[in-house]
């Protein structure tokens, strides 16, 4: 039987965790916290990192620090997890869906200017399989006509995108705002577990009240006030030390998870490639701007039922793969509110795309099977 998702552990996590424990100090922004979010901001150049229970809340904490209000607009592609929209549907904005481009789900830039209203206040890509959005024209279009950029880097640690400026970036260190997932399907992980990477200064110290319940905690500890109390809007974003310890166990095994990640994703790619050019299906597909971090290989067949035959063909050996977004302007919750236009592509990768297995411990010979199921050999 081989699963679409395995979490992987490295072996040192419980280590952490009871290190944590016996410390005696288990809330939030402890020791673990701290060494994880020194850690992303030193290697990826982020600005302020903080750890969050989820990307969700990091996605919502965004929503809060862009003041975001009723009848304010938010664009997003329609192909994309719910939290992306739900995070602004929250604070009462509108979601403005936008098509994917014709070669990969990302967002198409070229449509932006279009949904721009005066209403519009923000611009969320989404970094799907980890492959960077078109982030030159995005962050011109947002500074053209004064919006504000969250990358949803929810699958997109360790990606980069290189601008026209010919310097490489790091995802998730581009726009204002920026959110990452450690959810046990992502390529690090602790079990639920995210970060809001802040890299427009004007929101870093809001951002750590809004993260500590609407109080200035934080600067009470580092000694900066005297008392600390309510002085925002706030919640409980912030994750104790017990899973800010998990994943500093994955951390320290990063650039290991990377590499045999990407020998996975290198062995599909070879192994279907042929297919490809028969016209069974396509592979993903990546621009010359961006890097590839191997979260996710998934293929885009012709049709629904080319994808239900693969499906049924992979199950029937115990192989499980699995298909992904549906459009949320079709969304049982959001389609009555939707007034645009059709999305083609949205909709043709909620039809058309399955993600193959993809985890760690996934073994040579699994890959081997799974292509020769899909070649039907
Ligand atoms: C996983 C994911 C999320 C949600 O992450 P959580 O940490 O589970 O809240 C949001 N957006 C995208 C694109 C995702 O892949």
């Not at 007034?339 to 760690?360: A, H, N, Q």
Request: hydrophobic share 40%; with cysteine; aromatic share 12%.
């Amino acid at each position: 039987m081989i699963h679409f998702n395995k979490p992987y552990l490295t072996g040192k996590e419980t280590q952490y965790i009871t290190d944590a424990v016996v410390s005696g100090k288990i809330s939030g922004n402890g020791k673990y916290t701290q060494l994880c979010q020194y850690f992303f901001e030193q290697k990826y150049s982020f600005g302020k990192c903080l750890l969050t229970t989820s990307c969700t809340d990091a996605l919502e904490m965004a929503a809060i620090l862009i003041n975001i209000k009723p009848e304010d607009e938010v664009i997003m592609p329609s192909y994309t997890f719910v939290s992306t929209a739900n995070a602004f549907v929250l604070r009462g904005a509108k979601i403005v869906f936008a098509d994917s481009n014709s070669e990969n789900p990302n967002i198409d830039s070229n449509l932006l200017e279009s949904l721009i209203t005066l209403k519009t206040k923000v611009i969320v890509p989404v970094h799907y399989a980890g492959i960077a959005c078109d982030m030159d024209s995005i962050m011109e279009i947002a500074k053209k006509y004064n919006l504000f950029v969250v990358e949803d880097a929810a699958q997109a640690i360790d990606s980069f995108y290189t601008g026209k400026d010919g310097i490489k970036r790091a995802l998730g260190s581009i726009g204002h705002l920026s959110a990452f997932s450690f959810h046990e399907t992502k390529n690090i992980i602790s079990g639920e577990g995210g970060m809001l990477v802040i890299n427009d200064k004007q929101f870093a110290s809001r951002a750590e009240i809004i993260w500590e319940k609407g109080t200035n905690r934080s600067a009470f500890f580092r000694g900066e006030v005297d008392k600390y109390g309510w002085i925002d809007i706030g919640s409980s974003f912030l994750p104790s030390e017990v899973i800010a310890a998990f994943l500093w166990a994955q951390i320290e095994y990063l650039d290991k998870i990377q590499k045999r990640r990407k020998q996975i994703w290198s062995q599909y790619n070879e192994g279907l490639k042929k297919n490809e050019k028969d016209g069974d299906f396509k592979l993903p597909q990546l621009p010359d701007y961006a890097t590839n971090n191997a979260h996710m290989f998934y293929l885009i067949f012709e049709s629904l039922e080319k994808r239900n035959e693969c499906i049924a063909r992979l199950k029937n050996k115990e192989i499980y793969p699995v298909f992904h977004y549906l459009s949320l302007h079709k969304s049982p919750f959001y389609s009555n509110q939707y007034s645009g236009e059709d999305l083609i592509f949205s909709d043709l990768y909620s039809d058309t795309l399955l993600r193959l297995p993809f985890y760690y411990e996934l073994s040579d010979d699994d890959i081997k099977l799974i292509i020769h199921t899909i070649k039907n050999e």
